[in-house]
């Protein structure tokens, strides 16, 4: 068992010493050399644990969405409503993004443009967790809150682009303001898009 914990708590301070500078200096510029120093480690304690840099850029990301997808369930559990549980899943999500600034900068920054990213486990993982979106929007096309029209896909598609340009501008600009701060404006504009459309009649009445 003391081993377990010391291999645990040794990969944990790889992980941490390869996040803060992946972050900071960039994925790039950062060596093994560089992360085993400041883990306190030398090289060859290092391959004892990871494959090498790559390894390590796919691990980190790897670990946060999947204590997400684990957390999800639990924050939409007793939540009612289609509308209800995408406003949650936002706000939600974005809440962890800026809980977590050194895994969102590896994710937004760094990981989707790794030519290897739609072959991880963190693809998959990633897709998973977007798939909720999909089931609320089936959801909002049965229950009535949405166009019977809408296609889940495209508007999870939708979702997805829009938080990915919000979080990315958030990174570039060094996180100097709120990701909430537009958030409820952004939302109502994509839910108006989801909802039922109005048109005219032949007496000029608005019907659905």
């Known amino acids: 068992m003391a081993k377990n914990n010391s291999t645990k708590t040794t990969k944990e301070r790889i992980i941490n010493a390869a996040k803060k500078l992946f972050a900071e200096q960039g ?6 050399m560089d992360i085993s120093k400041q883990a306190g480690l030398s090289e060859a304690a290092l391959y004892e644990y990871f494959k090498g840099k790559e390894d390590l850029l796919l691990t ?5 969405v999947s204590k997400l997808l684990k957390d999800l369930d639990e924050q939409l559990f007793g939540v009612t409503g289609a509308v209800n549980k995408l406003r949650k899943f936002l706000w939600w999500y974005l809440r962890r993004v800026e809980q977590a600034p050194l895994d969102a900068k590896i994710v937004y920054l760094i990981l989707k443009t790794n030519a290897n990213f739609m072959a991880t486990d963190v693809y998959a993982n990633v897709k998973d967790f977007y ?3 999909i089931d609320i929007f089936e959801e909002g096309r049965k229950n009535g809150e949405m166009s019977p029209d809408l296609n889940p896909y495209l508007a999870r598609d939708i979702v997805v682009g829009t938080m990915d340009h919000v979080i990315t501008r958030w990174l570039l600009k060094d996180r100097t303001y709120s990701l909430f701060e537009s958030l409820e404006e952004i939302f109502e504009l994509m ?7 109005k048109r005219r009649g032949k007496n000029g009445q608005n019907v659905i």
């Open 60 to 64: 980190i990301p790897d670990l946060w």
């Open 131 to 133: 798939a909720h979106l």
């Open 191 to 197: 839910v108006g898009g989801f909802k039922k459309t």
């Open 27 to 32: 994925y790039q510029k950062t060596t093994i």
